[in-house]
């Protein structure tokens, strides 16, 4: 088990309801990604925020990150849509 901050920001906050969670992961959870499809396997928004085909930006420890990123004990992870602009 490993214990985490996550952190939600833009869209995907208004669609799961919640700004931050600290949550503790099952030891074969040991990714960025495996993260994502951790808290996608709660359903609802949860997977519906989450899609594996969303476009979604992801952070680690405050550095912008990939899915295959290792995690480790106490990290923060961030999830938020691609920043567009005009």
């Known amino acids: ?3 985490l901050q996550l952190h939600f920001f833009a869209s995907v906050r208004e ?3 919640i700004e931050q969670e600290f949550i503790t992961i099952p030891s074969h ?3 960025v990604g495996d993260v994502r499809h951790f808290l996608r396997e709660r359903g ?3 997977a519906e925020a989450l899609a ?3 476009p979604l930006r992801m952070a680690y420890n405050q550095e912008m990150t990939e ?3 290792p995690i480790a004990e106490g990290g923060e992870i961030a999830f938020f849509p ?3 602009g005009g």
């Open 1 to 3: 088990m490993m214990n």
């Open 67 to 69: 899915a295959d990123t």
């Open 82 to 84: 691609p920043v567009t």
């Open 15 to 17: 669609k799961i309801g």
């Open 44 to 46: 609802g928004v949860w």
């Open 52 to 54: 594996e085909g969303r």
């Open 29 to 31: 959870v040991r990714t």
